[in-house]
């Protein structure tokens, strides 16, 4: 799929190639620039503004509050959902990033079923953990998180594989000290409306995240190529780009996740990196996620940034 005389076609989504070339992943420079030194801001007053019903601002380092609206308010959360389960995948004692994983009819069916954003996985393919991760948090795929749970989950079914994943994604968020968080599915799709958190747990989660060398490595991708053997016997290269627009647009940015949901609205937690001082932030439901971001960040480092923001390429799910 997705070829033109014998090579692949260079689009979001999957293309099935006759070689074995190694994988790669290209992490694309921001282009903006700030217009000031990246001093972290600390004083009480916070951005005006903001039209999320819950935000919050860390300094990471310290791991001080700079700014916080509706803070602990139980809200709905989405795709914000994969976090933790690439969280409870990486904590994995003697994690394996390289073992394979067969993708399963049941992945797609679900996909169907559910209406999810994909990462286009194709069934018989063979994908690493690690390459799981990347289509689970770049394009938000729902058919990769299904794979990383019914792989990292016990049980002799692919429900109770999962179910005990997301009892695992719980134990977690209670260690993690996220009192007001419960997870009800494993990306965000919630039959029950039990799947909720709040904008200070998500920092708290997001904190603990970024300790993961992996875990930075992928959320800080803007686009990825990865290879993988083909049920075919061939190799499929499948092209993600991240759904966050931060990255690639505001200087500094080194993710983190995006999620968009009937309930849940326009969500987004994301971080930076200038002059050594790490910011992450939290918006949930708010229809103006990237421009609240940007102000957000902008007050914590005492700057004003310019940013053109980055075009998602045809056919990335807008999470």
């Known amino acids: 799929m997705g070829r033109h005389g014998g090579k692949a076609v260079r689009r979001w989504g999957a293309a099935v190639i006759a070689s074995t070339a190694a994988l790669s992943v290209a992490v694309p420079t921001a282009s903006a620039q700030a217009t000031a030194q990246p001093t972290v801001r600390t004083t009480a007053a916070g951005p005006s503004g903001i039209q999320a019903k819950s935000a919050y601002l860390l300094d990471s380092g310290p791991n001080k509050k700079l700014w916080a609206k509706g803070a602990d308010t139980k809200r709905q959360m989405a795709s914000i959902t994969k976090m933790m389960t690439a969280v409870v995948v990486l904590d994995t004692r003697g994690v394996n990033l390289d073992k394979k994983v067969t993708v399963r009819q049941a992945y797609l069916d679900y996909i169907e079923r559910s209406g999810g954003s994909k990462a286009d996985l194709q069934k018989g393919d063979k994908l690493t953990v690690r390459q799981l991760l990347y289509g689970m948090l770049l394009p938000s795929g729902c058919d990769a998180a299904m794979a990383l749970a019914d792989t990292f989950g016990t049980g002799s ?133 990237y421009p609240d971001a940007k102000k957000m960040l902008d007050w914590a480092y005492h700057t004003r940034t310019k940013v053109t923001w980055r075009t998602l390429p045809a056919g990335t799910p807008q999470d």
């Open 157 to 289: 079914t692919t429900a109770k594989r999962t179910a005990s994943f997301i009892s695992k994604m719980n134990k977690k968020a209670d260690a993690l000290g996220m009192s007001r968080t419960h997870y009800d599915s494993f990306d965000g799709i919630s039959d029950h409306n039990a799947n909720y958190t709040t904008a200070r747990d998500l920092t708290k989660l997001a904190r603990h995240a970024l300790g993961n060398a992996t875990f930075r490595a992928v959320v800080k991708t803007t686009d990825t190529e990865q290879q993988a053997p083909a049920a075919n016997g061939r190799t499929r290269t499948y092209y993600w780009s991240s759904s966050n627009k931060l990255l690639g647009s505001y200087d500094g940015a080194i993710g983190v996740k995006t999620g968009t949901g009937s309930a849940a609205g326009k969500c987004i937690v994301f971080a930076a990196k200038r002059g050594g001082r790490t910011v992450i932030g939290v918006v949930l439901n708010d229809a103006k996620r």
